[in-house]
């Protein structure tokens, strides 16, 4: 692999290259509806697929029935865990079985499949089926699940690692506990000498992450055996070796092919009706076709996790943050199999400060089993619960000691060797930029106070991910070189990045890249979008490749075209011979090259290669937005907002604030209109109707600031986009309705009933 120096620094040809306006890889597609999605996939013989799903949240399966479904007409399968056995899927923690097996564990848990000729006759045959269920004691809260005489859920954990690798756990409804402490172990003697203390409970609801395309998959069996798979799933390897684990296959006979996905949000990065529908598709011999509905979707598949957060904070005189205490609930729900890091997900509660600098630091965290639907990530997992409650916090903290909030972050935010909360370094952080340049972009200081009007701040950063990831570039015949990637873009803009990336190596227009995805058949291995890592992944296999290819076409041109051996440069899209000053256009050498033997080069990219010793690289950001508060009512209305975002090279500019607009829009969602509740484990807002994205008509003006420095550990000095500007906005709004009628609101979504409510305790609590 080429050095990191070269693989990160922008040259002015480099920069020319990239200012050319970018034609998104998939547009034309996509615009034209040629596009095939999952749902747009048809096969002969292809059955319909629907599940037999539980009424109960926990319960015992005494008996199932299945006589009247097979007699249903158009059924061919109804399969049972007594058809399949007793198989569990989990990408680290294997607790989620594929059919529900002795016990259910939540409302919508499967208990059945069915394969029928239409969709129709698959339904009835689900309404057929017959099951006797002993109902058991259920608990949905995660302190509730961690008491002495909470009901177990799990009494077989155990089996759910490799042999011998069992963690031990500090409660059996507990599948992940962190502790942690920074600077001084007797904590409580800080707090005792501290000038205030302040507590506050937070309290982040379950959400759905909204994409338009909901999940599904079509899976078949071929003339050789192979499994063919057709999926919504944006990991298309993960999802291959899962489910040749399940069906007890090596990884090269099944074949995962997601080119096409609607939209993500970190929703898609599991699966769950590709394994019963590889079992249908056995029993069948004929092609399986599952695909939800919006109401499954809402009610079964798997959503942001319920948070809690219980916080402490010791200041001193001088305003300084001396001391910070938290314990932190995750609600996982009935499995924690999706998840990408289970063991250790309880430690992401730490992150309510996150980007402030505390020398005294005690954190306790709990992922915990309930009777919900299990969880899984959502857009920046966890930081906008974590945004809301530690950025409320903050401005709580001011207020106690008469401080402006923008002055009292910018006494405590992380400064160049500052350490963050767990001890870890920070490379370049810029949280005294981004905040200083949203005092100046919104006059912070000059802000005239109108009656139940408010403005509110926020600061947060979020990681630039990392992973491993491989490409390869070939040249075409007609000197198009084309670029097959297993990393499939699920709306973030990735394959325009690898072609832009890849063509700026090279020196050549960005049309002579094509990007394909390839089927996990055919391209080599990456571990999916998400986790801001995205653009960092493929844009350094794309970097990497190129530099290869670049090096063989300089040799291979000088042969072709009978040029001196080693004078020949690839640059300005055309190879130049160094001596004479003699060049011809790219395409028309490359086209000569390509008449020869097949030229390719492999791309990769490999974190643990481009490590800093100087620590993690961050985005920071600086949230303002104003809002009006209706006294009468408790309605809030966001006016205008502002967001300061630290960001390094733009690679894709019209998808990078394409990124930054849609996200802050996803938070506005997320901190005042979404919230999947349950009664009794039931989701009750099971429509789009009840369940509220926010539209156009919702959004305040918004305004982008950018601070662009090009040292960012990605492509040419990038940084990430897609998970920036959703983080900070329940803080922000809440900090603006406290501003605005002095009510502290410690639980989202803000609506005009909570804020209504807070208004009324406050009255009463005035009235002598």
Partial sequence: ??????????????????????????????????????????????????????????????????????????????????????????????D???????????????????????????????????????????VFDAEDALRPDSPILHLDWEEYYPQGRAPSLRHPNAPSYAFSQKGEEEIERVFANAHIVVEDAYYGPRQHQGYIEPRGCIVWIDEQGTVQVVSTNK?????????????????????????????????????????????LARATGRPIRAIMTYTDELT?????????YYLRTAVNREGAIIAHDVRAYQNAGAYVAMRPNPPTSARSGLGCLSPYSIPNVRFEGYNVYTNLVPSGAMRAPGDFHRGHAGEGHIDHIARELGMDPLVFRLRNCLRPGDTLLNGEKVRNPRAVEVL?????????????????????IALRYRHVGAGKSELLLRLLS????????????????????????????????????RVRFGTTAEALRDPGSGGSRTTTMVGHAAIDGALVLKDKLEDLAAEVMGWPAGDVRLQGGQFVVSSTGECMPYQEVAARIAAGPVVE????????????????????????????????????????????????????PVAHQGQLDGGFIYGLGQAMTEELIHEAGTIITASLGEYKLPTQMDAPRFRTV???????????????????????????????????????????????????EALQELTASTVP
């Fill in 706 to 756: 950018l601070l662009p420095r090009a040292e960012g550990p990605g492509p040419f000095g990038a940084k990430s986009a897609g998970e920036n500007t959703n983080t900070g906005v329940g803080g922000a709004i809440a900090n603006a309705v406290l501003d605005a009628v002095g009510v502290q609101i410690t639980a989202c979504p803000i609506t005009a009933e909570r804020v209504f």
């Fill in 96 to 138: 989620w079985p594929v059919l529900a097996s002795e016990r259910v564990r939540y409302v919508g848990e499967r208990v059945a499949a069915v394969a029928a000729v239409t969709l129709e006759a698959a339904e009835e045959a689900v309404k057929q089926l017959e099951v006797v269920y002993e109902e058991l004691p259920a």
């Fill in 436 to 456: 200083e340049t949203l005092r100046r972009e919104t006059n912070w200081d000059q802000a005239p106070r109108v009656p139940h009007q408010g403005r509110g």
């Fill in 601 to 652: 080069a492999v791309g990769a990219y490999d974190p643990a290669e481009h490590r800093s010793d100087e620590g993690g690289d961050f985005n920071f950001i600086a949230d303002m937005i104003e809002v009006e508060v209706d006294p009468e009512t408790g309605r809030v209305h966001p006016t205008q907002a502002v967001a300061v975002i630290d960001v390094g090279t733009i690679i894709n």
């Fill in 1 to 94: 692999m080429r050095d990191h120096f070269s693989a990160t620094t922008l040259t002015p040809e480099q920069a020319e290259i990239l200012e050319i306006p970018e034609v998104r890889v998939d547009g034309v597609l996509k615009s034209t509806g040629r596009a095939r999605y999952t749902r747009d996939f048809r096969l002969p013989g292809m059955l319909w697929a629907k599940f037999l799903m539980s009424p109960y949240p926990h319960a015992r399966i005494v008996s199932i029935d299945a006589s009247a479904a097979k007699a249903v007409p158009g059924v061919h399968v109804v399969l049972t865990t007594d058809d399949i056995g007793r198989r569990r899927l989990g990408r680290q923690v294997a």
């Fill in 478 to 513: 007609d000197g198009t070189i084309e670029a097959i990637t297993g990393n499939a873009d699920q709306g973030g803009g990735s394959h325009t990045v690898i072609q832009r990336a890849a063509a700026a190596t090279l020196s050549v227009d960005p049309k002579h890249v």
């Fill in 235 to 279: 990991t298309p390897f993960s999802l291959r070796d899962a489910l040749a684990t399940i069906a007890e296959l090596p990884s090269d006979r099944v074949v995962v092919d997601c080119r096409f996905i609607g939209g993500d949000f970190g929703g898609k990065g599991g699966s769950v009706e590709e394994f019963p529908c590889y079992f």
């Fill in 300 to 308: 079964s598949a798997n959503p942001q996790h319920e948070a809690k």
